[in-house]
């Protein structure tokens, strides 16, 4: 964003504007404060989150004190230029409490699974959980346990299970043998120390190379 963009922003009559800060990676909401332009431009300069305290009526670093930082990877203008969204690689919690969200208060409960990625760093953390605690019964566990060998065949059943049900033309039955696939693909990623979001930064090169 350039310095000219930065003037055309619609501050409020007393200088601010919301900003919404986003996990870069899970697309979390994370914490909704404000800026202005003074904190803006620090937020630039220094690829960390400043803001403005509406109460104190000064700037103030995230993580300044607490050593819970905000690396920030992005900054988009809503199409009216009078809020934003910073998408931030997070150093610890974004909340106070010690939640990674200031959003974890839950009005209405979602009454059914929604699909969406973020089961994906939900899934991450849990078999990484697995692999440290290793509980009794667990077939993550299990798999852990059997090493590396297990963990690609079993790559390569659900593999052949996706094509087999893909060749069927049975969508139901494919959602389940691609979910189970990309189950132990995660799991191989954590059996050779090989982070998702890597993975995902490759993908992510190999687009802008090509667009």
Avoid at 68 to 88: F, G, M, P, Y
Avoid at 90 to 108: D, L, Y
Avoid at 127 to 144: D, K, V
Wanted: glycine share 6%; proline share 2%; with cysteine.
């Amino acid at each position: 964003m350039n310095e000219f963009a930065l003037e055309s922003l619609k501050f409020d009559e007393s200088g601010l504007i919301p900003v919404v800060v986003q996990h870069a990676q899970t697309k979390e909401v994370l914490t909704v404060a404000f800026m202005n332009l003074e904190s803006l431009k620090k937020t630039i300069e220094t690829n960390q989150t400043w803001f403005f305290s509406r109460s104190r009526q000064e700037l103030w670093n995230k993580g300044a004190t607490s050593g819970n930082t905000q690396h920030v990877i992005a900054i988009r203008a809503d199409c009216d230029e009078d809020s934003l969204v910073v998408e931030v690689l997070p150093k610890g919690p974004a909340c106070h409490t010690g939640e990674v969200s200031c959003f974890h208060k839950e009005i209405i409960t979602p009454v059914q699974a929604v699909g969406s990625f973020g089961i994906l760093a939900n899934l991450v953390q849990v078999i990484q959980n697995r692999e440290q605690s290793m509980p009794e019964g667990a077939y993550t566990t299990y798999l852990f346990e059997k090493g590396v060998d297990k963990i690609g065949k079993k790559i390569g059943e659900e593999a052949t299970e996706v094509v087999i049900a893909a060749k069927n033309r049975d969508a139901e039955e494919l959602q389940w043998e691609a979910a189970d696939l990309l189950y132990h693909l995660l799991v191989l990623l954590q059996e050779q120390k090989v982070d998702l979001y890597d993975v995902l930064e490759v993908l992510q090169k190999r687009h802008e190379s090509k667009s």
